[in-house]
T-cell receptor
Framework: RKEVEQDPGPFNVPEGATVAFNCTYS??????FFWYRQDCRKEPKLLMS???SGNEDGRFTAQLNRASQYISLLIRDSKLSDSATYLC??????????????FGTGTRLTIIP | GAVVSQHPSWVICKSGTSVKIECRSL??????MFWYRQFPKQSLMLMAT?????????EQGVEKDKFLINHASLTLSTLTVTSAHPEDSSFYIC?????????????FGPGTRLTVT
């Protein structure tokens, strides 16, 4: 099983719709997670951090299911500007001596007018 | 706060030449810097991790003699692609992490697009 797996999409969603995609992770000891968004030819930008069961920020909700080892990202009332690739990222486990972020392959989202 | 810059933002070079990419943390001290490479429609792949004042740790499959990394100060790391070939054409992104409030998140630079002809 890959360390971090995402459905690559693409997801083509009409403007105003709700869209959700998942990310599964293999290391049950992972304690926190990030969702980044990356626009074409740009660097990744942190969207949300997930530490406990979930996090909500405006139209974006991230949820963590530890039992099934997945994180989801829900986008409500989607806007054209939400079109991007969404990367699921697993940070290092504290005190394990590993500094590496582990990136998923990303989910490509296109919002259609 | 937590701004990371890269220079140049894009570069075109001829096969066989060397290219140096700079990564700077502008408003914090970067104790650790990371270099990534991203090919079209793929995710970021970590190339190496460098701590200020020590040798970089390269990921498996990354040639340390081809991709020279220098992290000489707490605000600057450089990646030199030596004897570049067309297959080295890619998007190179650095990230930096500091201490204290800057210790948990990696802050990404805007990337450098390298095209080798």
């Amino acid at each position: 099983r890959k360390e971090v797996e995402q459905d690559p999409g693409p997801f083509n969603v009409p403007e105003g719709a709700t869209v959700a995609f998942n990310c599964t992770y293999s290391n049950s000891a992972s304690q926190s997670f990030f969702w980044y968004r990356q626009d074409c030819r740009k660097e990744p930008k942190l969207l949300m951090s997930v530490y406990s069961s979930g996090n909500e920020d405006g139209r974006f909700t991230a949820q963590l299911n530890r039992a099934s080892q997945y994180i989801s990202l829900l986008i409500r009332d989607s806007k054209l500007s939400d079109s991007a690739t969404y990367l699921c990222v697993v940070p290092p486990i504290p005190n394990f001596g590993n500094e590496k972020l582990t990136f998923g392959t990303g989910t490509r989202l296109t919002i259609i007018p | 706060g937590a701004v990371v810059s890269q220079h140049p933002s894009w570069v075109i070079c001829k096969s066989g030449t060397s290219v140096k990419i700079e990564c700077r943390s502008l408003d914090f001290q970067a104790t650790t810097m990371f270099w990534y490479r991203q090919f079209p429609k793929q995710s970021l792949m970590l190339m190496a991790t460098s701590n200020e004042g020590s040798k970089a740790t390269y990921e498996q499959g990354v040639e340390k003699d081809k991709f020279l990394i220098n992290h000489a100060s707490l605000t600057l790391s450089t990646l030199t692609v030596t004897s570049a070939h067309p297959e080295d054409s890619s998007f190179y992104i650095c990230s930096a992490r500091g201490s204290g409030a800057f210790s948990y998140e990696q802050y990404f630079g805007p990337g450098t697009r390298l095209t080798v002809t």
